[in-house]
């Protein structure tokens, strides 16, 4: 019985990961098992509702060695305790007298789209609709209105997800179901929704007319239909009062959100233009929305969008055009707030905005506000996800990782997202059938192939890591960064001491040039033996400009998650990472906060992290 070895599996409302020695419950509860207690569970698990003898038990949990029944009288009351502790019945051991004992048979775990593993449903969630808001057919006489018809329906879909305690599928999925693929049995089968809502966008001067529907995707049976006819400066009641009218269809919440008033129909055309983007961008398009904000300095979203906009410019650009960028995404933020306080995307612009170092807890609180009002929105829930990994909650951030798959599971990165984080948590078979549904559902996309990749690089799996190479050879995907993952790769397994030295050298002409050192190739080092050589070099770096505003990771390093990947495991077991995340100001918020890292469990045969991350405040 290898714990390292199993994947993890889903009892009813709970997820067992024998790899990680972790029972989680949907709710958030979790316990840390014993290896030996973890053992037992799993030999039960995979007898699959057969009775397992006492002899069965020592053979695959104790490797045959004789021991007395006290000892498994033990492991057993242990996990009744458990069962105890979890509840819902998912962990139910039963005793068969004089014979053994076995685990009470559960419903399977759920699939979600392209095959992976979904996201841990809380238990209420499975009777709940599931609404995808497909893109309305454009009906106009005359010019092209295809953008405007998209625009309207997308703002329906936000209106809905936000004013309804509806689970929406995000845009980026739905939209991609037009004209004959709108059949509700199939829209219903690949995005895993009950309910969707379709319809029609007629467009004549200032007056639209909509027509929509509101349909049940199993039985193709209609619940609900209506047609609206307004002028254009009352869009925003009309949105509201179509999310309304879904909402009560699907007897579930409604909470309007801030008053939007009217806006001027060539202001509303201007706005939807600005926001005319692939579903993969994160930025619209900033001249426009700048007139839109001039001409309707009370419409909340385009300040919003203009935050965001804005927001991911600075990040990338050069350090002149960011230090502008990132006032005016500050100042866009600001006023998106006075005119409604809940607004999502204001709150995760503000949340990107600031240092990647020593702003957790306002981080935190951002995010938290987005969540708020943002809870069903793909992007938010995203980047909500993507700080519990900077922070080293890394399960925490699989299960955010998964939610974002579910919203929108005909996206792309959200696949490759899913599929990453499951490696990051040690559930590599998990990872790898991700990975592999999501390359099979898209061939072409050089995102999923390089992230499948790096992460096979990263567990050492070199006949993964080749037969992705040849995948890329043979799709057309071999790009200049696959090609440069797979030098790294051919590197590393044939890793020498000459290699060893190169990233030492290059350690110390970073420090020359900029007193600061990269983090990604020295965990190699720790997995080399060579963990002194690596801090030696950490110790003489300066980390201080990531607590500046504005400022970006060095050389090839994205994100501090880079931290908690299986490349630093290595340099996680030694007690000079605390000293490290203490400089980066992850102590301050782990102590400050109670949201303990993932490794602080993972490292306890070490040392005692939070001890240690104590220690390094005082």
Same mark, same amino acid.
């Given at each position: 019985?290898?714990?390292?070895?199993?994947?993890?599996?889903?009892?009813?409302?709970?997820?067992?990961?024998?790899?990680?020695?972790?029972?989680?419950?949907?709710?958030?509860?979790?316990?840390?098992?014993?290896?030996?207690?973890?053992?037992?569970?799993?030999?039960?698990?995979?007898?699959?509702?057969?009775?397992?003898?006492?002899?069965?038990?020592?053979?695959?949990?104790?490797?045959?060695?004789?021991?007395?029944?006290? !000892?498994?009288?033990?492991?057993?009351?242990? &996990?009744?305790?458990?069962?105890?502790?979890?509840?819902?019945?998912?962990?139910?051991?039963?005793?068969?007298?004089?014979?053994?004992?076995? &685990?009470?048979?559960?419903?399977?775990?759920?699939?979600?789209?392209?095959?992976?593993?979904?996201?841990?449903?809380? !238990?209420?969630?499975?009777?709940?609709?599931?609404?995808?808001?497909?893109?309305?057919?454009?009906?106009?006489?005359?010019?092209?209105?295809?953008?405007?018809?998209?625009?309207?329906?997308?703002?329906?879909?936000?209106?809905?997800?936000?004013?309804?305690?509806?689970?929406?599928?995000?845009?980026?999925?739905?939209?991609?179901?037009?004209?004959?693929?709108?059949?509700?049995?199939?829209?219903?089968?690949?995005?895993?929704?009950?309910?969707?809502?379709?319809?029609?966008?007629?467009?004549?001067?200032?007056?639209?007319?909509?027509?929509?529907?509101?349909?049940?995707?199993?039985?193709?049976?209609?619940?609900?239909?209506?047609?609206?006819?307004?002028?254009?400066?009352?869009?925003?009641?009309?949105?509201?009062?179509?999310?309304?009218?879904? *909402?009560?269809?699907?007897? *579930?919440?409604?909470?309007?959100?801030?008053?939007?008033?009217?806006?001027?129909?060539?202001?509303?055309?201007?706005?939807?233009?600005?926001?005319?983007?692939?579903?993969?961008?994160?930025?619209?398009?900033?001249?426009?929305?700048?007139?839109?904000?001039?001409?309707?300095?009370?419409?909340?979203?385009?300040?919003?969008?203009?935050?965001?906009?804005?927001?991911?410019? !600075?990040?990338?650009?050069?350090?002149?055009?960011?230090?502008?960028?990132?006032?005016?995404?500050?100042?866009?933020?600001?006023?998106? &707030?006075?005119?409604?306080?809940?607004?999502?995307?204001?709150?995760?612009?503000?949340?990107?905005?600031?240092?990647?170092?020593?702003?957790?807890?306002?981080?935190?609180?951002?995010?938290?506000?987005?969540?708020?009002?943002?809870?069903?929105?793909?992007?938010?829930?995203?980047?909500?996800?993507?700080?519990?990994?900077?922070?080293?909650?890394?399960?925490?951030?699989?299960?955010?990782?998964?939610?974002?798959?579910?919203?929108?599971?005909?996206?792309?990165?959200?696949?490759?997202?899913?599929?990453?984080?499951?490696?990051?948590?040690?559930?590599?078979?998990?990872?790898?059938?991700?990975?592999?549904?999501?390359?099979?559902?898209?061939?072409?996309?050089?995102?999923?192939?390089?992230?499948?990749?790096? =992460?096979?690089?990263?567990?050492?799996?070199?006949?993964?890591?080749?037969? &992705?190479?040849?995948?890329?050879?043979?799709?057309?995907?071999?790009?200049?960064?696959?090609?440069?993952?797979?030098?790294?790769?051919? =590197?590393?397994?044939?890793?020498?001491? !000459?290699?060893?030295?190169?990233?030492?050298?290059?350690?110390?002409?970073?420090?020359?040039?900029?007193?600061?050192?990269?983090?990604?190739?020295?965990?190699?080092?720790?997995?080399?033996?060579?963990?002194?050589?690596?801090?030696?070099?950490?110790?003489?770096?300066?980390?201080?400009?990531?607590?500046?505003?504005?400022?970006?990771?060095?050389?090839?390093?994205?994100?501090?998650?880079?931290?908690?990947?299986?490349?630093?495991?290595?340099?996680?077991?030694?007690?000079?990472?605390?000293?490290?995340?203490?400089?980066?100001?992850?102590?301050?918020?782990?102590?400050?906060?109670?949201?303990?890292?993932?490794?602080?469990?993972?490292?306890?045969?070490?040392?005692?992290?939070?001890?240690?991350?104590?220690?390094?405040?005082?």
């Amino acid at each position: 019985m290898v714990l390292a070895q199993m994947a993890s599996v889903r009892l009813g409302a709970v997820t067992v990961a024998p790899a990680l020695r972790r029972v989680v419950h949907d709710d958030g509860r979790e316990v840390l098992l014993e290896p030996r207690v973890m053992q037992v569970l799993a030999s039960l698990i995979r007898a699959d509702g057969e009775i397992l003898s006492r002899d069965d038990l020592v053979m695959s949990c104790w490797d045959g060695v004789v021991v007395g029944d006290d !000892a498994i009288n033990r492991v057993i009351s242990r &996990l009744r305790r458990l069962a105890r502790e979890i509840g819902d019945g998912a962990l139910d051991i039963e005793t068969i007298t004089k014979v053994g004992y076995r &685990l009470a048979k559960r419903p399977p775990a759920s699939v979600g789209a392209a095959g992976a593993v979904a996201a841990p449903a809380r !238990a209420d969630e499975d009777r709940r609709p599931v609404l995808a808001v497909l893109a309305f057919d454009d009906l106009s006489e005359g010019a092209e209105m295809a953008w405007f018809s998209d625009g309207v329906s997308e703002e329906i879909q936000q209106t809905v997800a936000r004013a309804t305690d509806l689970r929406v599928i995000g845009r980026a999925s739905s939209f991609q179901f037009r004209g004959a693929d709108k059949r509700p049995a199939q829209v219903g089968q690949a995005l895993g929704a009950t309910h969707l809502l379709d319809g029609s966008v007629r467009r004549s001067g200032q007056r639209v007319r909509i027509s929509a529907e509101l349909i049940e995707t199993a039985g193709q049976t209609m619940l609900w239909s209506d047609r609206f006819d307004r002028e254009l400066s009352d869009v925003f009641e009309l949105q509201d009062e179509i999310a309304a009218a879904v *909402a009560a269809g699907l007897k *579930a919440a409604f909470a309007l959100a801030a008053r939007r008033g009217r806006i001027d129909p060539g202001v509303y055309d201007l706005y939807l233009r600005a926001r005319q983007s692939s579903p993969e961008r994160y930025s619209f398009d900033l001249p426009m929305l700048r007139e839109v904000v001039a001409r309707a300095p009370q419409f909340a979203r385009a300040w919003a969008d203009l935050a965001w906009s804005c927001g991911n410019e !600075a990040r990338w650009a050069p350090a002149d055009v960011a230090d502008a960028r990132r006032g005016e995404a500050l100042a866009a933020a600001d006023a998106a &707030l006075r005119l409604d306080p809940d607004d999502a995307s204001a709150h995760v612009a503000l949340a990107t905005l600031a240092p990647p170092a020593g702003s957790m807890l306002e981080i935190e609180a951002r995010l938290a506000r987005a969540l708020a009002s943002g809870a069903g929105d793909p992007v938010v829930v995203t980047f909500a996800g993507g700080f519990w990994a900077i922070t080293g909650c890394s399960r925490k951030a699989l299960a955010f990782a998964a939610r974002a798959f579910e919203l929108d599971p005909l996206l792309a990165v959200a696949a490759g997202w899913h599929a990453a984080m499951l490696g990051t948590v040690g559930d590599w078979t998990a990872s790898n059938a991700a990975f592999d549904a999501a390359l099979s559902r898209w061939p072409n996309d050089g995102f999923i192939l390089s992230t499948a990749l790096g =992460k096979a690089i990263e567990a050492r799996d070199w006949a993964r890591a080749d037969a &992705l190479g040849a995948r890329g050879g043979d799709s057309g995907l071999y790009t200049s960064y696959v090609d440069t993952l797979l030098r790294s790769g051919r =590197k590393l397994r044939r890793w020498t001491q !000459a290699d060893s030295d190169a990233v030492i050298a290059y350690g110390e002409r970073q420090l020359r040039a900029s007193g600061a050192v990269s983090l990604r190739p020295l965990g190699v080092l720790g997995v080399e033996g060579l963990a002194d050589a690596a801090y030696d070099l950490i110790e003489r770096a300066d980390f201080g400009f990531l607590r500046r505003p504005g400022e970006r990771m060095l050389g090839d390093d994205i994100s501090l998650n880079l931290l908690f990947d299986q490349g630093w495991r290595t340099l996680r077991q030694d007690r000079r990472f605390v000293t490290l995340c203490a400089r980066l100001g992850l102590c301050d918020y782990w102590v400050r906060s109670g949201n303990w890292p993932d490794c602080a469990d993972d490292v306890g045969a070490f040392y005692d992290f939070r001890a240690e991350a104590r220690a390094s405040l005082c």
